[in-house]
């Protein structure tokens, strides 16, 4: 079974540009969580969707968005990119409904803003 | 708003030796989970262990376990006869309504 996917793992943008990054999700799962990961803050959650709905947002400005596709797989876009979003992005997907069960997660997507 | 707390942000342990990772949260919420996950040098986040809030027993899995004591808001991970490969930033986690959150880690190195 494959397992989380997310594209492109690395990528350089400078700022005031806009990135789009995409996951797929393990087979099956219909739950897709973003976060964000960068040294000395862990990791930040940015959303949650289940059926193409969020059901749930972190405390993220406007410039980050997401959205779920029909078959599940998740893109999440940041505009106006500044220095301060570069960072390891990690998409999980989940096989419930409720957050009860195990995240499983992709190996991340590294943007680099210069 | 939920909060999670790791107030070691690097430790080492002897390999073979005992280890135990400190975590608190704090919530508003009744029912929630507790989680450890485990990300080695340039790998994936994997699940160690899973707790339920409303359970009092602590879980086990392996050589892994926690202690969580759910009026102090306070969730540790023993890891116990540490292994070279068990060397990984550790997250303590919070999982309520459609969220979780994750503390800022503990990076572990387990000495030979």
């Known amino acids: ?114 | 708003a939920q909060t999670v707390t790791q107030s070691q942000p690097e430790m080492s342990v002897q390999e073979a030796e005992t280890v135990t990772l400190s975590c608190t949260y704090d919530t508003s919420e009744n029912n929630y989970y507790l989680f450890w996950y485990k990300q080695p040098p340039s790998r994936q986040m994997i699940l160690v262990i899973r707790q339920e809030a409303y359970k009092q027993q602590n879980a086990t899995e392996n050589r892994f376990s926690v202690n969580f004591q759910k009026a102090a808001k306070s969730f540790s991970l023993k890891i116990s006869d540490s292994q070279l490969g068990d060397t990984a930033m550790y997250f303590c986690a919070w999982a309520g309504t459609y969220k979780y959150i994750f503390g800022t880690g503990t990076r572990l190195k387990v000495l030979a």
């Not at chain 1, 973003?34 to 709905?53: A, K, V």
């Open chain 1, 1 to 114: 079974k494959a397992g989380v996917t997310q594209t492109p793992r690395y990528l350089i943008k400078t700022r005031g540009q806009q990135v789009t990054l995409s996951c797929s999700p393990i087979s099956g799962h219909r739950s897709v969580s973003w976060y964000q990961q960068t040294p000395g803050q862990g990791l930040q959650f940015l959303f949650e969707y289940f059926s193409e709905t969020q059901r749930n947002k972190g405390n993220f400005p406007g410039r980050f968005s997401g959205r779920q596709f029909s078959n599940s797989r998740s893109e999440m876009n940041v505009s106006t990119l500044e220095l301060g979003d570069s960072a390891l992005y990690l998409c999980a997907s989940s096989r419930l409904a409720e957050n009860t069960g195990e995240l499983f997660f992709g190996e991340g997507s590294r943007l680099t803003v210069l």
